[in-house]
């Protein structure tokens, strides 16, 4: 197998990149996870007491949005072919101020700049790893 036969097509990455913002969208959509309804999850499944649920919660959350605009940046920098890295931050981060506003307009979910700091925070590291990874190779 040539190198270039292994790499993957450049439309595949755009849907990848088209899915990954539908999905987006859709988890801000729901109800199912607004902060509330995911701690009574945590709850029934664990049986732990509301302090610990909320913590785990937290957790939980926040890791969620580290993962999706780490990933996110990631995806918008391989999708630019690599040209900036700083045009995948910035993508990765009007994605996230686009995603709260858009919560603010979503019954039981609320909008928060803290979310937009820590998904900005999440693409620029993922990306300064990704690229200091691929610099390696």
């Keep these: 197998m040539t190198k270039t036969s ?7 990455w755009w849907i990848v990149l088209v899915v990954s913002l539908g999905v987006i969208y859709w988890l801000a959509v729901f109800q199912i996870f607004t902060g509330e309804h995911t701690m009574v999850i945590i709850r029934r499944i664990t049986g732990m007491t509301e302090n610990h649920a909320y913590a785990m919660n937290v957790i939980v959350r926040k890791s969620a949005h580290i993962l999706t605009y780490g ?37 039981d979910r609320t909008p928060l700049a803290q979310d937009v700091l820590l998904d900005s925070l999440s693409a620029c590291l993922f990306l300064l790893i990704f690229v200091y990874l691929k610099r390696r190779r």
């Design 6 to 12: 292994r790499r993957i097509q450049p439309w595949l």
């Design 71 to 107: 990933l996110l940046g990631v995806l918008l920098y391989i999708v630019i072919r690599q040209h900036a890295i700083g045009y995948a931050w910035f993508g990765a981060t009007l994605i996230a101020v686009l995603d709260e506003w858009h919560q603010s307009f979503v019954p």
